[in-house]
């Protein structure tokens, strides 16, 4: 498809038609094609790392998805472009990716990102990217305003009961675990960098979780939502039902991935003192 899809068959029709392939180059190129074109954007520095800007208001730090294998900010900018269409302001900042760069190598990007920006940030990030956040919030304290993921992979151990499920378009647990195997080789499922489930989740900011009621990574999100509130923080969460993963890469073919944005957007201006909140 030489466009962006315009309606939610559109969408369908173009995952049914995308092989991702094996290699990495090969999924790299595929989930391009997948994503489609994408709007502009503005090209700035965190420091040592490279990143794309959008939109106006306050600054939502935005950590991209594809696994740690795939995706870049220039393939999420049409995600981006919706959140900024709440009043933010979405800067996406690359990573290095697996498995050429291993972890840590993706955390030290984020955190270097994080560090080059001044005072209390709100951080976010589908996918990959939401456990991405959620280790960077982790790794610095007190940093994160506020934490707004979109279906992030919080534990490889077991817990979660939806990864099984054959009902996600977008994701299936083997391939979820092939690119975990690429991106955390050897890291044991019980260490909290991979399984943040798992980890000290006492000093959270105020999280909002968005979910897809199909994916396999659902049970990741809830479990998630249970153990943070249960530890302090505070929580808002929405599920919407018959969706799969990542529906929100596409906000201008789904309206419901447009509504999801637009409730981070809203958090993100409520934490910013600029809004009324959820």
């Known amino acids: 498809m030489d466009r962006r899809p315009r309606t939610f068959g559109d969408v369908v029709a173009l995952i049914a038609a995308t092989d991702l392939g094996d290699s990495p180059d090969e999924m790299r190129a595929g989930f391009a094609r997948l994503a489609g074109p994408q709007p502009g954007a503005e090209a700035l520095r965190l420091g040592p790392v490279e990143a794309l800007a959008v939109g106006q208001g306050p600054t939502l730090l935005w950590f991209h998805g594809g696994g740690y294998v795939f995706g870049a900010p220039g393939t999420h900018l049409a995600l981006a472009h919706g959140l900024a269409a709440g009043n933010v302001r979405v800067v996406l900042p690359g990573y290095r990716l697996a498995p050429e760069h291993p972890w840590p190598a993706m955390l030290d990007d984020a955190l270097a990102a994080l560090d ?22 982790l790794q610095r304290p007190g940093r994160a305003a506020g934490l707004a993921l979109i279906s992030p992979n919080t534990d490889r151990t077991g817990r979660s009961t939806t990864r099984g499920r054959e009902t996600d378009l977008m994701n299936d647990d083997a391939t979820d675990a ?20 798992l980890a000290d989740l006492s000093g959270l900011p105020p999280l909002h979780l968005e979910l897809a009621g199909d994916e396999i990574l659902l049970d990741d999100g809830l479990l998630l939502a249970r153990a943070a509130a249960l530890a302090g923080a505070r929580v808002s969460l929405h599920v919407t039902p018959e969706m799969f993963h990542l529906f929100p890469l596409w906000p201008d073919a789904i309206p419901e991935g447009q509504a999801a944005l637009a409730r981070i957007a809203t958090f993100a201006r409520r934490l910013s003192g600029v809004g009324p909140g959820l």
């Not at 080059?116 to 919030?137: E, T, Y």
């Not at 092939?178 to 489930?197: C, F, H, N, T």
């Open 116 to 137: 080059a920006l001044d005072g209390k940030v709100i951080l976010g990030g589908d996918s990959a990217g939401g456990h991405l956040a959620l280790n960077v919030a």
């Open 178 to 197: 092939r690119l975990a195997a690429m991106a955390m080789p050897g890291m044991a499922p019980e260490d909290p960098a991979a399984s943040p489930l």
